[in-house]
Antibody, heavy 121, light 107 residues
Framework: QVQLVQSGAEVKNPGASVKVSCKAS????????MHWVRQAPGQGLEWMGW????????NYAQKFQGRVTMTRDTSISTVHMELSRLRSDDTAVYYC??????????????WGQGTLVTVSS | DIQMTQSPSSVSASVGDRVTITCRASQGISSWLAWYQQKPGKAPNLLIYAASSLQSGVPSRFSGSGSGTDFTLTISSLQPEDFATYYCQQANSFPITFGQGTRLEIK
């Protein structure tokens, strides 16, 4: 069965960077886009960008351009999301989510369990 | 960016009721509209894609309709497990955007 398992919670100081991992299993890793979505406490969902695990190509939301980097390691079916220059308003649960088809425009049919990133001094 | 506006922001209903949630896009998105259900402390769950297609494993009491700018999610007969927050999402163009959410509460 399809599973996305994310790395554990992080606490970071303002200005630091965080790297969240998402390990996929149960399907062909390179066949589906992977997206990252975040949710601040008590707030809605915010899309951050996608990575094509096959080519390594990425597309980031303009809001995060210059601060976010998405990478993949096909040997271990894992994608990573690194966010730099953290601010307090980056405190959120970060989710990886698989696109349901072969296009980056497909909705998200499987989600990781979420990783809480807390930014605080 | 395409703005997605849901209404109402919250609704109270009883088990067995029929509930409709509306989502409006700031510009036409064809049928590139999905609906998700999210329960507290959990990841969202895909219910509907392509505006009206039921995701595998989702009960048939959920249905979606609409195209262009106006869309609806209908739950035909509320069950206790349906009380949650619902989000619409457009994927017609990047950045992908979500509605602000509709909280469905027990009356």
């Amino acid at each position: 069965q399809v599973q996305l398992v994310q790395s554990g919670a992080e606490v970071k100081n303002p200005g630091a960077s965080v790297k969240v991992s998402c390990k996929a299993s149960g399907y062909t890793f390179t066949g589906y886009y992977m997206h990252w979505v975040r949710q601040a406490p008590g707030q809605g969902l915010e899309w951050m960008g996608w990575i094509n695990p096959n080519s390594g190509g990425t597309n980031y939301a303009q809001k995060f351009q210059g601060r976010v980097t998405m990478t993949r390691d096909t040997s271990i079916s894992t994608v990573h999301m690194e966010l730099s220059r953290l601010r307090s308003d980056d405190t959120a649960v970060y989710y990886c989510a698989r696109g349901r088809g072969y296009s980056a425009y497909e909705p998200f049919d499987y989600w990781g369990q979420g990783t809480l990133v807390t930014v605080s001094s | 960016d395409i703005q997605m506006t849901q209404s109402p922001s919250s609704v109270s209903a009883s088990v067995g009721d029929r509930v409709t949630i509306t989502c409006r896009a700031s510009q036409g998105i064809s049928s590139w509209l999905a609906w998700y259900q999210q329960k507290p402390g959990k990841a969202p769950n895909l219910l509907i894609y392509a505006a009206s297609s039921l995701q595998s494993g989702v009960p048939s009491r959920f249905s979606g309709s609409g195209s262009g700018t106006d869309f609806t999610l209908t739950i035909s007969s509320l069950q206790p497990e349906d009380f949650a927050t619902y989000y619409c999402q457009q994927a017609n163009s990047f950045p992908i955007t979500f509605g602000q959410g509709t909280r469905l509460e027990i009356k």
